[in-house]
């Protein structure tokens, strides 16, 4: 189970994210809590978590999903925050991987 100081409110109403925060410093995650802003100018990480947990029921009991939150109501959403989200949106970052190329080509 999430820790109190890990979870974001989340409450979706006419595509605006109405925020607050349990128990951790209102300015952690790079928003300025409580706020109010549209879903789409939400951090990437943010917007990632909120669309896993709108594919879930939101009927009780509702069940938390690992790392990222849980849908408490239709709208509502607490959403898990471990301090060291990135965006992960930089395609231009090199793979970890060993390069799948050798002088004759693809392997």
Request: charged share 25%.
């Amino acid at each position: 189970m999430v820790r109190d100081n890990t979870v974001l409110r989340v409450c979706v109403t006419d595509d605006v994210a109405h925020i607050t925060t349990f128990g951790i410093e209102t300015n952690l995650c790079g928003l300025t809590t409580p706020c109010a802003m549209p879903v789409v100018n939400l951090p990437n990480w943010m917007q990632r978590r909120l669309a896993v947990l709108m594919v879930m029921p939101c009927t009780p009991p509702t069940h938390y999903v690992e790392n990222i939150g849980r849908r408490i109501e239709e709208n509502v959403f607490w959403i898990h925050y471990t301090g060291d989200e990135t965006d992960g949106d930089d395609t231009r970052e090199e793979s970890k991987e060993p390069s799948r190329q050798t002088s004759e080509g693809v392997r």
